[in-house]
C-alpha cells in the first residue's frame, strides 16, 4: 500500500520556522520525484518546491526561493522541507506528493489538472498556520 505521511506543521508565529516530513512507503522511492504543495482556504492548490531523483538541483517557486529548502534522504524514504521567515500568506495545508520523473513537470505545475495517466501520489497534508 503506497503512504506518504506529513508530519510537522503546527502554529508559528510571522517570522518563525517549521520543518516539514514526509514519510513515504509502499513504492521504489528512487523512482521518483516528491514534491510539496499547499493549499490556502479558497484557492487552489500549488507547487511548493520539488526534488528529483536524478538531479541535484531542487525546484522552488518564487515564494519559496530564499526561505525554504527540500531534502530527501534515500536510505530513510523521507522528504523534508524546512520553512523558515514564515509569513501569514504561508498559513495552508501542505501536501506531500510522489510523481514518477517523466511527469514532474506537467505535476508540479498543475497539480490538479487534467493530465493522464495520474499515476502521482498523495499525502492527506498537514496544517500549517502562520500568525501575524
Known amino acids: 500500500e503506497v503512504q506518504l505521511v506529513e508530519s510537522g506543521g503546527g502554529l508559528v508565529q510571522s517570522g518563525g520556522s517549521l520543518r516539514l516530513s514526509c514519510a513515504a512507503s509502499g513504492f521504489t522511492f528512487d523512482e521518483y520525484a516528491i514534491g510539496w504543495f499547499r493549499q490556502a482556504p479558497g484557492k487552489k492548490r500549488e507547487g511548493v518546491s520539488f526534488i528529483s531523483s536524478r538531479e541535484t538541483r531542487p525546484h522552488y517557486m518564487d515564494f519559496a526561493k530564499g526561505r525554504f529548502t527540500i531534502s530527501r534522504d534515500s536510505a530513510r524514504n523521507t522528504v523534508d522541507l524546512v520553512m523558515t521567515n514564515l509569513r501569514p500568506e504561508d498559513t495552508a495545508i501542505y501536501f506531500c506528493?510522489?510523481?514518477?520523473?517523466?511527469?514532474?513537470?506537467?505535476?508540479?505545475?498543475?497539480?490538479?489538472?487534467?493530465?493522464?495517466?495520474?499515476?502521482?501520489?498523495w499525502g492527506r497534508g498537514t496544517q500549517v498556520t502562520v500568525s501575524s
Open positions: 506528493s510522489a510523481c514518477p520523473e517523466s511527469r514532474k513537470f506537467v505535476w508540479f505545475g498543475d497539480p490538479d489538472g487534467h493530465w493522464t495517466p495520474r499515476d502521482d501520489f
